[in-house]
Each structure stands twice: as C-alpha cells, then as structure tokens.
C-alpha cells in the first residue's frame, strides 16, 4: 500500500466514524482531533525514502498510484503542507468541539483533508484542479453549515477553483505539444497567459476575495477561519509546486513584485471595511481578508519560493485563529449570528473571556505584541520597510484602519447591559480561550520553539 | 422503436450551425425567468442543443454525454427547488397549482442586463481564438462564458449561481473539446458537472430552507 492510500483510508474512515457519532458531539470532536492529530505526528515521523509500517499494513513511502494513466503520490513537496493541514484540522476539531460549534464541521473535516491530499498530490494542471474543485464542494457544505442560512458563503467558494480550471487545462493541452512552441509562438504565449490567469484566480485577489467576507458573514466563526487558512496553505503549496515545475512563469510575470502588491491591495481592502464594519461577522471576514493578505504579503517578500518563515506563519496562525473564532462562536451563541454592534448590550459584562478572546485574538492577528504572530508580523514590516517603502506605506495604512475597526467593535461589545436574564459565558469556553492565550503568549516570547520544525517542513518541500 | 446506431446517426443530421440562436434564446430565458421551473427548462433546453452543437468536435456518443449530465443536473435541482416549494406552500397554506410569478423590479434589471449583453454581443462579436475552434462556436463559448458571469451577478441564489458556473464550465467545454477528445477530458467536464449539480441542490434546500415559517418540522 502506499502512503497516499493510507492516509487517504484513514481519513475517511475518521470522517465514517465522527459521522456516525455526530448526535454525541464531544466524542465525535475528540476522535476527530485525536485521529487527525495522530495523523499528523505519524507523517511528521515518516523517513522518505524507506519503506515503514502504517496502521499495521507496509506502507512504500515512494510507490504511486495510478488512475485513468495519471500517476498520484504523496511526494515530500506533498507532505509539509498535508501535514501542516493535518495539525490545523487537529486544532480546529479540539476548539470548535469545546466551543459548541455545529455539528456538521467535525466529520467534514477529515473528508476536505482527504480531497486537498489528493489535490497536493496530483499532476498539477490536469487533475489537481479537478480534485481542488471537488475541495471546494466540500468547502462549500462545510460553510453552509446544518442550519438554514444564506448559501451565500458556499456559492463563493466554489468561484475560484471553477473559473481557473478551464485556463489550467488549455495550458496542460499546450505544454503537452512539444512542436507548438517552435510553430506557434503566440498559442505557446497565450499559455503561459492563461497559466497565470489560472493562478491568478486561486489566489482569489480583489474583486475575487468575496468568498472570503462572505465566510465571515454567513458560516460559522471556525468554519470560516479553517477554510481561508487550509486554503491558503493548499494554494501557496500549489503555486509554488507549479513555479517550481514551470520557472518560465517569471518572464511573464515577476511573483516577487505581483505577490506584495496584490497581498497589499488585500489588506487595504479589508482594513477600509473593517472600519466600516457594523456587524461583528462583516468584521471578522474581512480581519480573515487582511490575515490572507498578510500571509502572501510574507510570502511576496520572502522571495518566489518562500522559506522557512511561512511555514512557521502557518504552524502559529491556527493558535490565534481559534482563539478569535472560540470567542466569536461564545459571543454568537447569545446573541446570534453576525450581531450589529448596537445589539451587542452586556457582552463585556456577561461574556467577558469571549469578548477579550475576540478583541485580543483580532489584534493579535494584526500583529499585536505578546501575540504569536508577533514575531513574524514584526519581520514582515522590517523586511518590507527595508525592500519596498511604498508597500511599506500602504500596509501600515491598512494596519490603522484594520485597528480603528477592532477599537470600534470594543465600543460595541461594551455596551452597558440591558437584558438582565443574558446567561453568562460557559466555564469550558473561558477555559479554553486562556489556555491558547497561554500557548500564543509562550510562543511569541520563545519563536525558535518552533523554527526546528520549520526548518525540517522546508528541507521536504525543497525536495523535487 | 429505433436502435441506438439510428438515434445517433439521427442527431447527426441536426447538427446545424443555425441552433446557435435558439439556444442563446435559451440561455437569455434562462437568465430572465424568476420562476425556477421556467429557468429550469430554459436550462435543459440549452443542454440539449449544447450536446447537438459539439458534435461537430467530436463522437455522438461522447457530444451526448451533454444529455446525460445536463438531464442530470436538472433533476437534481428540479428535485430541489420542488422540495423547497411544496413545503413552503404547504406551511403558508398556499395551494400548489396557484401561480406566484412575480414582476418585480430584479426581473426588470434581469431583462435589461441580458438584453444588453445581447446587443453588445451583437455588436462587438467578441471570441476567443481557440485553435481548432470553427469560428462560429468560438463566438457561441464566448457568449456562454459570458452569460454565466453575468448569471452569477444577479444575485447569491445557488439556483442562478448553478445556471452561472454551469454555462462557464459548458463554454470550458467547447474549448477544450476542440483541443482534445481523450477519455480523460471528456470524463473529466462530465465528472465536474455533476459535482456541480450535487453540490448545487444541496444549497437549493439548505438557503430555501431559510423561506419555510417553520423549518424544524420539515
């Protein structure tokens, strides 16, 4: 068996198992968070190159898999980022458990793992888009949730993956013609336009961001923040997979001058709305906009191929994200989905673990101090300061207006109370945002904790 | 009764460059009509001339497949939109043959938007040049790819949204079907098609739920 099936089987079998154990949904979010966890731990201590044991079955680290001609294998370019995946679904099963989100999220996770593994995994312009489409679909029923609501945020997630599949396998089409290049040299041209348009979509720039907002309005807090991080995640592995494969895509286009501007337009975006924000959903789907761009923007600065600082920005950002979501889910719970501020009476007073966890999670993803995202947000803005000021400029910009946002959801969230039947928040909630407040606290004063496992990621993702 | 070599050989003889205008109609109606069951059929008719259409690019029984997904697909969301529609009238007490057509201002913009596109079609005759795409087909992708961005801004209905990533995937089609008729591609659309089409209905229920007085006793 090889090791794309194994991981493939056992997460099915996971997402088979929380399925079934839905109605008890503490023991369905721990098996979840357990299994993905011990997933990810197995595939950390994996060798490449030898053959090991998995589930009591031999696994051939290097075999693949063949369906319809086309060759499938878990690859080491693969598995930093499945593994990074992995540990996020981990993470986001434990909090969204304690924190009472709904049901549907926990078996779901392990499915969209599977597809994005499949994803990774796949020849990168026939069907890996396929198989990020059949992600997206997964994306989309997990936004959407087991409630009736605006199927808004589902719609969306779909956009992306569709529009580029089409200008993915025109591009496959042409490469694939070896003479072209000679005999036709605007068709061979208009490929590589039409690879980067491709690319272009997934990496869902303004006006393409929606889906992102969206998530933020109509899906629930943990919902929205896993699925804008696994993709991120997923699509940086990709583009990099296809810059690797294709390094013509430089002449065209220079990733290190596109990257930062198209991430600074992003936060810009976001920083302008979250001030204009009246509702506590239109704030955090566009805190989780200026994330996404801040994360490429690291990524833009760091050169083409990245390195071992985006990796370490993506083992963080769950901590925060979850704390952020745990006390968005907490402050939802009493006072519905996507409250307008002026609604918000009490909740300092009633929810006051849950409205810091908000408040200091929002600020911490923009980089605040003591935050765990500090360090890198602080490299980010050095390194951006020193290599491009008039980016520089605009993200600080973004910055402010990103902060005047969270400074004006703490007046709404410090309304005097009105209601004085409103329940106060769950022990189990206030004890989870203070325990990943601790763990983000630890990190942003030790930041090498982590810089061996970065380093290790980096070494298998260079790995062609 | 005919065999199937018959019926193939049958839908050869209709392909005909001249069904390129009703089944623009179809698609303009598709995008006008607010009742989900005039859309739909609108929708099924476009499949089928769609499927006529590529035959020009490659086998019947492949072109046909255009069937095949695209009756599919209008099940499901048939199955879907009914669902959402009969247990709404039935807790608004609203009896099932009762019409509910509705002129409102958004069926006006609709009309208005569709009627531009058309004329600015008309007028500028834009195409992608696809190699190995006749010219004609061309200006019929270009039209669909189109008409399904301009289906997915009139609003978040999964309905609409479905008709919109529809018709950009069946343009996708016409392009690439020219390049390629392999197996693999062709499975390929079909497989995303019907994705889509699950995917989909699921959202019809799911966002027309939010319409029905009580939703727990559904």
Do not use: C
């Not at chain 1, 044991?53 to 690859?75: A, D, K, P, Y």
């Not at chain 1, 309304?415 to 206030?430: F, H, K, S």
């Amino acid at each position: 068996m090889s090791l794309l099936v194994a991981l493939l089987l056992a997460l099915l079998g996971l997402s088979l198992l929380a399925g079934i154990l839905r109605h008890i949904p503490l023991l369905s979010g721990a098996i979840a968070a357990a299994g993905l966890g011990w997933l990810a731990w197995r595939l950390w201590q994996l060798p490449t190159l030898e053959t090991s044991t998995f589930l009591r079955r031999v696994i051939f680290l290097e075999r693949s898999n063949t369906l319809f001609g086309f060759t499938f294998q878990l690859t080491p370019l693969a598995r930093s980022p499945i593994l990074l995946i992995l540990f996020w679904g981990a993470l986001f099963a434990l909090v969204a458990t304690l924190s009472r989100t709904e049901r549907s999220f926990i078996p779901t996770t392990p499915l969209l793992i599977a597809a994005l593994t499949l994803f990774l995994s796949s020849a990168p312009l026939l069907w890996a888009p396929f198989w990020l489409m059949v992600a997206a679909i997964l994306m989309g029923v997990m936004a959407q949730g087991n409630r009736p609501r605006p199927a808004r945020a589902a719609l969306r997630t779909l956009l992306a993956p569709i529009l580029a599949f089409p200008f993915f396998l025109f591009a496959a089409w042409v490469f694939s013609q070896s003479a072209v290049a000679a005999d036709n040299p605007r068709l061979w041209n208009n490929a590589w336009k039409a690879l980067i348009v491709g690319m272009f979509i997934l990496l869902s720039p303004v006006p393409l961001h929606g889906w992102i907002t969206a998530l933020g309005e109509s899906a629930s807090p943990f919902a929205g923040a896993f699925l804008v991080g696994v993709w991120q995640i997923a699509i940086y592995a990709f583009l990099r997979n296809l810059l690797f494969t294709y390094p013509s895509i430089t002449d065209f286009v220079d990733p290190g001058v596109a990257l930062p501007w198209i991430a600074v337009i992003q936060m810009l975006w976001a920083g302008v709305f979250m001030f204009g924000s009246q509702r506590l959903g239109q704030l955090w789907g566009y805190l989780l906009l200026w994330t996404y761009g801040a994360a490429f923007l690291a990524w833009g600065l760091t050169g083409e191929l990245g390195s071992e600082a985006i990796f370490w920005l993506f083992m963080v950002t769950p901590l925060v994200l979850t704390l952020t979501a745990a006390g968005l889910q907490s402050i939802f719970h009493r006072f519905g989905e996507n409250p307008a501020y002026q609604t918000l009476h009490g909740a300092t007073e009633r929810l006051p673990l849950s409205s810091l966890g908000f408040i200091i999670g929002g600020l911490f993803l923009l980089g605040w101090p003591l935050g765990a995202l500090f360090p890198i947000r602080l490299a980010t803005f050095w390194v951006a300061e020193y290599r491009a000021g008039d980016v520089f400029l605009w993200v600080m910009l973004a910055l402010a207006l990103a902060l005047l946002g969270v400074i004006r959801a703490v007046r709404g969230l410090a309304r005097p109370i009105q209601d004085v039947t409103l329940q106060r928040e769950p022990r189990i909630i206030a004890w989870t945002i203070g325990i990943l407040l601790a763990a983000g606290s630890l990190i942003a004063l030790n930041p090498g904790l982590l810089t061996p496992i970065a380093e290790q990621m980096l070494v298998w993702f260079n790995m062609l | 009764m005919p065999t199937l070599d018959q019926f193939l050989s049958f839908t050869q003889r209709l392909n005909n460059p001249a069904l390129i205008l009703p089944s623009i109609l179809f698609v303009a109606a598709m995008l006008i009509f607010s009742d989900w069951r005039w859309a739909l059929a609108a929708f099924a008719g476009t499949k089928v001339l769609a499927g006529i259409l590529l035959l020009q690019l490659m086998p019947p029984e492949w072109a046909l497949q255009q069937w095949v997904t695209g009756g599919l697909m209008a099940i499901m969301w048939f199955m879907a939109a009914r669902r959402v529609d009969i247990v709404r009238r039935k807790q608004t007490n609203v009896p099932w043959w009762k019409p509910e057509w509705r002129y409102n201002p958004s069926t006006w913009m609709r009309l208005a938007f569709v009627l531009l596109l058309l004329v600015s079609v008309y007028i500028t005759r834009p195409y992608l040049p696809v190699p190995k795409l006749p010219a004609d087909l061309a200006r019929y992708a270009t039209f669909l790819a189109l008409a399904g961005l301009v289906a997915m801004g009139f609003g978040d209905r999964p309905l609409r949204w479905g008709f919109g990533l529809s018709l950009w995937l069946l343009a996708a089609s016409f392009a690439l079907h020219a390049l390629q008729v392999t197996v693999d591609t062709v499975g390929l659309m079909a497989g995303m098609e019907l994705l889509l089409g699950f995917a989909i209905s699921y959202f019809i229920i799911v966002d027309g739920a939010r319409s029905w007085p009580h939703p727990e006793e559904a």
